[in-house]
T-cell receptor, first 115, second 114 residues
Framework: AQSVTQLDSHVSVSEGTPVLLRCNYS??????LFWYVQHPNKGLQLLLK??????LVKGINGFEAEFKKSETSFHLTKPSAHMSDAAEYFC?????????????FGKGTKLSVKP | KAGVTQTPRYLIKTRGQQVTLSCSPI?????VSWYQQTPGQGLQFLFE???????NKGNFPGRFSGRQFSNSRSEMNVSTLELGDSALYLC?????????????FGPGTRLTVT
């Protein structure tokens, strides 16, 4: 069965400092993994995706994530936070044809950025 | 390419009424999925349509239904609205046949039931 756990419900950083949002997954097959971002009162935007090619995936707005099979992790990082990064971030695992839909979403991590 | 569009963006209904939400996918995308997002339950999968057929369904009561038209546009309907149906309803489209099935989301319809 597929599942995803976001280890922090809320992360607060100062502008200009690194961002780390943690995600662990469980999958019965080689998964596809995604990070989505949701700004207040907006839909979800795809940040990046892992599809069994390179384990280090680069996304939009300077974000990247590293797939670590041995640790079943897919943490999202950014070297320097910007005020505009304040949003909610969702780690997502593929679940093709599963009863919960093709994608299973984590509970989300709310990122706050202090000036 | 235009993104996923959803109408209306905001809706206020009274308990017991019914509502229809509309979603237009990205051009060329034939799969449309619907989600309900609430603060308490997070993102929950409602159903997926592909080629006018419901291909997958989440764990929601029969009051929630949907359909897809030949141009891939989709509607979802909620009958006999309850207060707990207040939520952000998100539609997402995907290009079936790719390896990853990544989904592209619309801005959502905010439904408030009073």
């Amino acid at each position: 069965a597929q599942s995803v756990t976001q280890l922090d419900s809320h992360v607060s950083v100062s502008e200009g400092t690194p961002v780390l949002l943690r995600c662990n997954y469980s999958s019965s097959y080689s998964p596809s993994l995604f990070w989505y971002v949701q700004h207040p009162n907006k839909g979800l935007q795809l940040l990046l995706k892992y599809t069994s090619a390179a384990t280090l995936v680069k996304g939009i707005n300077g974000f990247e994530a590293e797939f670590k099979k041995s640790e079943t992790s897919f943490h999202l990082t950014k070297p320097s936070a910007h005020m505009s990064d304040a949003a909610e971030y969702f780690c997502v695992v593929s679940n093709y044809g599963g009863s919960q839909g093709n994608l299973i979403f984590g509970k989300g991590t709310k990122l706050s950025v202090k000036p | 390419k235009a993104g996923v569009t959803q109408t209306p963006r905001y809706l206020i209904k009274t308990r017991g009424q019914q509502v229809t939400l509309s979603c237009s996918p990205i051009s060329g995308h034939r799969s449309v999925s619907w989600y309900q997002q609430t603060p308490g339950q997070g993102l929950q999968f409602l159903f997926e349509y592909f080629s006018e057929t419901q291909r997958n369904k989440g764990n929601f009561p029969g009051r929630f239904s949907g359909r897809q038209f030949s141009n891939s546009r989709s509607e979802m309907n909620v009958s006999t609205l309850e207060l707990g149906d207040s939520a952000l309803y998100l539609c997402a489209s995907s290009l079936v046949g790719t390896q990853t099935y990544e989904q592209y989301f619309g801005p959502g319809t905010r439904l408030t039931v009073t």
